[in-house]
């Protein structure tokens, strides 16, 4: 059974490009989360998707950033016109079910290491 | 405040022994916690959780949590240098998860 997977696992931005970043949650799972970690920091929750719905954005800047999760295929997260202080690992989880399971485990997927150069 | 806070470390212990890891949380409201395992340049890796008062076990890991102290702990005995990794503490509220940053353990072989 396969775990949460993303792609690509490393990435590599010169500043003002795009970056995209995938992310496919585990089997049976429909509940997608990002979060950053950013260089000698701790992790950071940005976006919390449903299958096309997105639930909670309220950790992700409010320029330059986007996510969704489309009803086929990969979780996407967007980063336009990068900037080096983008540069972190981000992470994907994926869980079961959602709010009200107060003890949901989320599961991380290996991270999209992104540079900007 | 921050939300989470585990002491800092970092925490070297001897093989064998045990590494007892600290943590405290800020919402008391807060119903779920978890301790993840992050080896260098990997993702973090569920090892435990608790949502009920009191001690729970697996292997060589107990967690332990206190509601009314807003405490979680995480002893891990008989130490392996495999085991040597940062440990982040997490609570979640709804489906966010907190991290603390995080206590760095080396076990000396």
């Known amino acids: 059974n396969a775990g949460v997977m993303q792609n690509p696992r490393h990435l590599v931005r010169r500043r003002g490009q795009e970056a995209r970043l995938r992310c496919s949650p585990m089997?049976?799972?429909?509940?997608v989360y990002w979060y950053r970690q950013l260089p000698e920091e701790g992790l950071k929750f940005m976006v919390y998707?449903?299958?096309?719905?997105?639930?909670?954005e309220s950790g992700m800047p409010k320029e330059r950033f986007s996510a969704e999760f489309p009803k086929e295929g990969p979780s996407i997260l967007r980063i336009q016109q990068v900037v080096r202080g983008d540069s972190a690992a981000y992470f994907c989880?994926?869980?079961?079910?959602?709010?009200?399971?107060?003890?949901?485990?989320?599961?991380f997927g290996p991270g999209t290491r992104l540079t900007v150069l | 405040q921050k939300e989470v806070e585990q002491n800092s470390g970092p925490l070297s212990v001897p093989e064998g022994a045990i590494a007892s890891l600290n943590c405290t949380y800020s919402?008391?409201?807060?119903?779920?916690f978890f301790w993840y395992r992050q080896y260098s340049g990997k993702s973090p890796e569920l090892i435990m959780f608790?949502?009920?008062?009191g001690d729970k076990e697996d292997g060589r890991f107990t967690a332990q949590l206190n509601k009314a102290s807003q405490y979680v702990s995480l002893l891990i005995r008989d130490s392996q240098p495999s085991d040597s990794a940062t440990y982040l503490c997490?609570?979640?509220?709804?489906?966010?998860?907190?991290f603390g940053a995080g206590t760095t353990v080396t076990v000396r072989a």
């Open positions: 989880a994926s869980s079961p079910s959602s709010a009200g399971a107060s003890y949901n485990e989320q599961f």
């Open positions: 089997k049976g799972h429909s509940h």
């Open positions: 998707l449903q299958k096309e719905n997105i639930i909670d």
């Open positions: 919402d008391r409201g807060s119903q779920s």
């Open positions: 608790i949502y009920s008062n």
């Open positions: 997490a609570v979640i509220n709804d489906y966010k998860l907190s």
